[in-house]
């Protein structure tokens, strides 16, 4: 008997925006030469990448040049090819400033918003996410402040990102809309969302997660830096589907429930092109609890 698959590759809904399973994130976008990021961009809104994820801190690692960098390139693409713009629906986050590290007070986060805005050259961001939690700032202010961004028009869109389910439970509660996002980290070298309760909160208010480094930093595409039995497990199953190892790690991020939008980091046009083609595998449940047993290095109970 053929069992379903559990892969999900269909459109999701981020509140009045529909996006693709996965997205193009930025945080290597750093590439000076407008034409060669023009060309990534592109690429990836082909391959229907059209969730576009930046931050104003992208720049200051992965060979960029400093904060806001990549906010500016992604804005000089856009001024040479305005026509990408409605292409796409544009998210960034703001929130952290070093070195202090953190910061949603009132005055930051409008400012940060407004930064955001002058260098990606756009009257207005699809979503604004809070880039960290701000312990320091109670969440009734954050929220009168993206309350006021979205009341101006500044933002459409709202989310947080790296928030513990309970942070995002206090600032809900503030907020006189939904949050539309939930940005963790997840992936086979990283399952916390599945059991510290990320996950089921989205699921329980309709959230999207949008789930960063899918591939735990390149380890499982190369299959480097992970255990033998995982490493097997995706090889195994990428050689009965036809794809690489890369293909079926992002492919279990899109067969959770809470339908995930798995962020894509590569800067290689052919490779956005040939993993977007590739991912709607066929992943049943035995595959899938196999690859998490793999992962954790042991039986479930």
Same mark, same amino acid.
């Given at each position: 008997m053929t069992t379903s698959s559990l892969v999900d590759t269909?459109? =999701? =809904?981020? #509140?009045? @925006?529909?996006? #693709?399973?996965?997205? @193009? #994130?930025?945080? =290597? @976008?750093t590439s000076d030469d407008i034409n060669e990021s023009t060309t990534v961009l592109e690429a990836a809104l082909d391959a229907g990448m059209n969730l576009v994820d930046t931050a104003d801190v992208y720049g200051l690692d992965w060979g960029g040049t400093g904060f806001g960098r990549n906010e500016e390139i992604l804005g000089q693409v856009l001024a040479a090819k305005p026509e990408l713009r409605s292409r796409m629906v544009l998210a960034t986050k703001g929130g952290i400033r070093p070195p202090t590290p953190y910061n949603s007070g009132e005055d930051y986060l409008v400012s940060a918003c407004e930064d955001s805005l002058r260098r990606l050259g756009v009257e207005q961001i699809d979503l604004y996410q809070i880039h960290r939690p701000d312990f320091y700032t109670h969440p009734a202010e954050v929220a009168e402040t993206l309350a006021g961004l979205r009341e101006s028009g500044k933002i459409a869109e709202v989310g947080v990102s790296n928030f513990t389910p309970w942070q995002t439970d206090a600032l809900r509660a503030h907020l006189p809309f939904e949050l539309v996002t939930d940005q963790p980290e997840f992936s086979l070298v990283e399952l916390g969302p599945l059991r510290n309760g990320t996950f089921d909160r989205c699921m329980q208010y309709g959230t999207v997660p949008l789930v960063w480094s899918p591939l735990g930093g390149g380890r499982l595409a190369s299959g480097t830096g992970i255990s033998d039995e995982l490493a097997q497990t995706l090889d195994r199953l990428a050689e009965r589907e036809g794809v690489s190892m890369a293909t079926i790690a992002v492919a279990f991020v899109l067969a959770h429930p809470s339908r995930p939008v798995a962020l894509i980091g590569s800067q290689n046009p052919s490779r956005l092109a040939s993993l977007a083609s590739e991912v709607a595998v066929h992943l049943d449940r035995d595959d899938i609890y196999q690859l998490v047993q793999a992962a954790d290095g042991q039986p479930l109970p």
């Open positions: 269909g459109p =999701r =809904r981020l #509140g009045s @925006f529909e996006v #693709g399973p996965l997205a @193009f #994130g930025c945080w =290597r @976008f």
